[in-house]
């Protein structure tokens, strides 16, 4: 311990929590020499009006020592250090009062405040500054699910915060189910640490009250409703607007289950689809239902018919026994406080001060993105495969592209810090070539690392390829994946272009040179050419599976076909190992890593900012342009469909390159 005056000064330091008060000495000389120069250490036990503690008294005095002086200034000290600690005090008259609220807040319960709103990723794609964000007039990016997850796993392991209540009162809140299944588990980590958990619901959907269904107690307010839908699956058909707008689609595939063409070829979905699809939502709401039924201990066919029922007052809902307490708009805190039943501490997170920016450090800010998390210790490493699989050398916005997706495993595999990976796949599939080269340079790693899959929300085709290493596969029971069938596919204008005005001439050697051409669709001989390569592909296909799942073709043929599962059907099926998400993963990873706890968790591959990923001064502006949204597919994406595969396929269409073999789950189907 040290301390430092100007002059002669002594400083009394009572303990590690108290105020430094400083008392000057008058200074003196002697024989032309400054009467200072010892470091006098007086330390001794006493109680002060706070609480006991040791208080440690410094005197420091440069130069050299004068025993009169050093006399009379241990005297001060004692008598300051026996008399002057409540006049000190009464000095500051906020100290007193301070240091007491603050133990007697150290008395309190804690309760810790989780506010969930917006979007959560898996791995968010934007920087910290997104530029199209400025653009466009906001800066709300998704939240990031995982730093969610820990910091509920730190909140269990806090002893500070006994309570933790979750604010769900945002209508923006958005999470998938497989989300929704992980956050529950991590939830019941808190109640496993005896931590009382509190939800506050307003006007409350299904995924607000299965996240709430996990807690010890659901407060309602008086002005809420609440609406529990059953699940519902929506799929976008363009069959009827080609139609309108002279476009023919011309397609091979393989299995009557592959239900990303039937958007292009059928005015609405078949029967056989439907119900494929049918089974596969019961399974998933199944799942859902015994998740909530779980926590809040209802009957199964009792919640079923809840569903049916759907909306609820907050007087139904509590007669129902779906909340505990009703409670008035805006009394959260007050609520918790009166069932904890004594006076409580609020935990909330400290809020940084905004820092402007000038022009140039925004610019900055924005050209730079995110800094990489460096591994400083024996690490596992989550390899996020998210987005449509497509071939390519640089990088998309919200693509999976072969090159430097192979480059960034490649990187794992040579990284002696990373000790193992979890490959956590949420991506609808794609190329047939690009999603090989993914799964070969995951095959590679394995071979190297321990390496374990996790699927997210869709795991589907392209995206079960790439899972097929001969490695543990985990999925939550509503995970997407299977799709394992193949197509071809080709969109024409022909009759657009007539009708516009316009005639393509081509001189040619051959017919077959035109059957890319955007004019016209395929001739029978074309067809069948392509249906032979689709065939050949879905033989490799059902070879992979077999072999990676240790199953034979024969078993995994009644099982493919374009069939898309849930997570529960798939486990059941033997497409995956087992039930669960990232957590169960990565402890899985570790564990045959032999990783002791503590060890750290990096992801992977770094996310460029808006500039990195565009050569604005390349011959493409492909990247550009499937980065600006209309207005029109802004509205869809809120809706919840998704058009960048449909747009793709139209991009691949008119591009005039050979035609492309996809590995692909349905297009814009939304689960609600």
């Known amino acids: 311990m040290s301390g430092r005056t100007t002059g002669s000064t002594v400083s009394v330091m009572p303990g590690k929590y108290s105020r430094t008060d400083r008392f000057s000495i008058p200074s003196c000389r002697r024989k032309g020499r400054d009467c200072a120069g010892a470091l006098i250490l007086v330390e001794r036990e006493r109680s002060s009006y706070l609480w006991p503690m040791k208080t440690n008294v410094l005197l420091w005095r440069n130069g050299w020592l004068d025993r009169g002086l050093a006399s009379a200034a241990l005297f001060l000290i004692a008598f300051l250090h026996e008399n002057v600690a409540l006049p000190a005090a009464e000095a500051d008259p906020g100290a007193k009062a301070g240091e007491a609220q603050t133990h007697s807040e150290a008395r309190k319960p804690a309760v810790r405040v989780l506010i969930l709103k917006g979007t959560y990723a898996d791995y968010p794609s934007a920087p910290e500054m997104d530029p199209m964000s400025l653009l466009l007039g906001g800066l709300e990016r998704p939240g990031s699910f995982f730093d969610l997850c820990e910091k509920i796993d730190e909140l269990a392991g806090n002893d500070q915060i006994q309570h933790i209540l979750f604010d769900l009162s945002s209508p923006t809140l958005r999470l998938n189910l497989a989300q929704l299944s992980e956050l529950s588990r991590h939830i019941h980590k808190l109640r496993g640490a005896h931590k009382r958990t509190f939800a506050w619901l307003e006007n409350a959907g299904t995924i607000h009250y299965a996240i709430a269904s996990g807690c010890d107690t659901i407060f309602m307010t008086d002005l809420g409703s609440l609406d529990l839908p059953s699940l519902s699956l929506m799929t976008l058909h363009f069959r009827d607007a080609m139609d309108l707008l002279g476009a023919r689609a011309s397609f091979v595939r393989t299995g009557d289950f592959k239900g990303a063409v039937e958007p292009f070829t059928l005015s609405e979905m078949s029967q056989q689809l439907r119900a494929h699809y049918t089974e596969m939502i019961g399974a998933m709401n199944g799942a859902l239902v015994d998740q909530i039924c779980e926590g809040r201990k209802l009957d199964r066919e009792q919640f079923r018919k809840i569903q049916s029922d759907r909306l609820f007052t907050p007087a139904a809902a509590r007669e129902a026994k779906l909340v505990d307490e009703v409670v008035p708009f805006g009394t959260s805190r007050e609520s918790v406080a009166k069932l904890i039943g004594q006076a409580v501490t609020w935990v909330e997170p400290k809020k940084t001060k905004p820092k402007q920016l000038s022009f140039f450090e925004l610019i900055g800010k924005i050209m730079a993105g995110a800094q990489e998390k460096r591994a400083n210790k024996p690490a596992v490493a989550v390899l996020h495969l998210d987005g449509q699989i497509l071939d390519g050398e640089r990088e998309m916005p919200e693509m999976l592209v072969s090159g430097p997706t192979v480059k960034a495993i490649e990187e794992l595999a040579s990284d002696d810090t990373v000790q193992a990976v979890v490959a956590r796949i949420n991506s609808p599939g794609g190329s047939a070539t690009a999603s090989e080269a993914i799964r070969a340079a995951l095959e590679k790693l394995a071979r190297k690392k321990p390496t374990v899959i996790s699927m997210g929300s869709l795991a589907a085709s392209g995206g079960y390829w790439i899972s097929c290493v001969g490695r543990p596969v985990y999925a939550e029971p509503e995970t997407l994946t299977g799709s394992i069938g193949v197509f071809a596919l080709k969109l024409s204008f022909g009759p ?154 139209v991009r691949e269409s008119i591009s005039g390159r050979p035609p492309k073999v996809w590995l692909l789950a349905p297009t814009g189907m939304v689960i609600r």
């Open 496 to 649: 657009f272009l007539k009708k516009i005005g316009l005639k393509l001439e081509s001189v040619k050697l051959d017919e077959s040179a035109g059957a890319m051409g955007i004019d016209r669709v395929w001739t029978s001989a074309e067809q069948e050419r392509m249906q032979r390569l689709v065939e050949d592909i879905y033989d490799k296909f059902l070879k992979l599976v077999a072999d990676s799942r240790k199953l034979k073709v024969e078993q995994v043929s009644p099982i493919a076909g374009g069939r898309v599962w849930s997570g529960a059907q798939a486990q059941k099926l033997g497409l995956v190992d087992k039930l669960g998400g990232l957590d169960d993963a990565l402890a899985a990873v570790a564990h045959e890593a032999a990783l002791e706890p503590g060890y750290q968790v990096i992801h992977r591959p770094q996310k460029k900012s808006f500039f990195e990923l565009f050569d604005l001064f390349g011959e493409s502006t492909d990247e550009i342009r499937s980065s600006l949204d209309p207005t029109a597919k802004k509205w869809l994406r809120a809706a919840g469909f998704d058009l960048s595969v449909p747009l793709n396929l």
